[in-house]
């Protein structure tokens, strides 16, 4: 594992992002539009996908392999771009290395917390993310007097993953799950995991013009510009062409993922290659 | 690792069952009802679940492990539970074991080209399970004279595991993938995935009548006690109350695998433990 500090971190090393899969390219594509200038190494864990349904246990064994795949690159920082990772392991791999780090529920719940008129936020995510209710104490330690209301929505991602993000099929189970959250009235709904950018016109025109959808990918992106404005280590000179600015890892199927990555991210992905993340 | 030769396969050892996750459940059951006397040992990867979705490789590095996890038991066989680990590693977890391995594809397609009138067969099964051609290969060995269509329905898991085996959604997604099937007019339909007997009522329905559904879980647990009658190792006294007759391990999430299982297996899964898979 290399060691790095403050001080000798470079401002053209890339930035590491990791998800379980393709969600996190949402995270992905918002850096590369917000700070074109910066050099991204993304790892999805194709092989172990979904974490969603998952145990903290098993997912801080898997992101702390994926973070020292990232570090055999150097990189000046860590973006978890998932947020069940963000969720369980964020806090443990902070302790584990000297590079800053930066999950995605945090920026999501700041926003939430700034946004909400009514003080009653909907939070929808996977089931892992929801159980370990975060984005609550996130956003309890910002505004104590909001309430947050979470709901789990498990199909969204194999929904998302077959390509149906505008279907009959999609719509009557975004009614089913947002249904209890329109009812209770929430004036704001974060995004809760990095698919769900994906529906956000079926998730819009379920909940209504009243309601305000927070994407923490968007979020996730600008406070990692600050960041690195602050630190002195953004990236001032575009790579230029040919210098691999985007390099994509995944532990299964490249090929697929390609496909799936292309479909989102519209800088095209030139390669994607598959590495055995157990190794790590 | 334990090397056994038949000589030495005792009765009254266990047999290795394993999948993925939950659906080898339905496995499971089958063995349970047809040779009640049998000892199981369960594992479902549940850390690395679905396997349908992912490649050859990287399903049967997992495969091998879950095979050296289970010979830690001295089990006398052993049920690979799961299509797509039957698809992609049975071959050559073969070579690498000295008892006899048993697969789920063989048994299915051994039926279906028996029970075909007019020779048009369906398939439905993961992405990895239909790509493979396995049931085409298996079955034109038995018969050349039939034609097999393939049809990958990745929803149904997910569906089935959010618990909609009766539900208009289901319905609607399997009256999609079933379309293309009803139209060429198959008569028999080979259910290849151990998930999808869960929903055997839908896909009854729609199909109709005329078409005639196999179950693999049903034909491998017949064909496991054929095998193990012919090399004079079937258990002929039942284990007793209290013997532990039935083990559970899982990769990951204990309590939901157990919650699950019981609303498949009415024999009572007593409990269900966690193991770290990868150490294999």
Not at 9 to 37: C, K, W, Y
Not at 254 to 263: D, G, P, V, W
Request: with cysteine.
């Amino acid at each position: 594992m290399s060691q790095q500090n403050d001080s000798k971190l470079h401002s053209d090393a890339p930035i590491g992002v990791f998800d379980s899969g393709v969600g996190g390219l949402t995270v992905a594509r918002e850096i590369m539009r917000q700070i074109p200038n910066e050099k991204i190494i993304y790892f999805g864990d194709t092989a172990r996908v979904p974490y969603g349904s998952k145990s903290r246990d098993t997912i801080t064994r898997f992101s702390k392999q994926i973070v020292r795949f990232l570090q055999t690159f150097e990189v000046k920082t860590i973006v978890v771009a998932c947020n069940t990772a963000s969720a369980y392991a964020l806090d443990e791999l902070e302790r584990e290395i000297d590079i800053p780090i930066i999950g995605v529920v945090k920026p999501g719940a700041k926003t939430a917390s700034e946004v909400t008129t009514n003080g009653r936020i909907g939070v929808i995510a996977t089931e892992a993310t929801i159980g370990s209710q975060i984005y609550t104490k996130y956003i309890k330690e910002l505004n104590k007097d909001v309430t947050i209301y979470g709901k789990a929505c498990p199909l969204f991602c194999p929904l998302i993953e077959e390509g149906l993000w505008q279907d009959p099929v999609t719509d009557e189970i975004a009614r089913r799950y947002l249904s209890e959250l329109i009812d209770i009235d929430i004036d704001t709904l974060i995004l809760g995991c990095t698919h769900y950018p994906l529906i956000r016109s079926t998730l819009g025109r379920i909940m209504g013009d009243s309601v305000t959808l927070v994407n923490p990918a968007y979020e996730t992106a600008r406070e990692l510009k600050e960041m690195l404005e602050e630190k002195g280590i953004l990236n001032q000179e575009h790579p230029g062409l040919g210098a691999n600015q985007y390099q994509f890892f995944v532990s299964d199927g490249a090929e697929k993922f390609k496909s799936f990555a292309n479909s989102i991210i519209k800088y095209g992905i030139l390669s994607a290659k598959t590495i055995n993340i157990e190794e790590y």
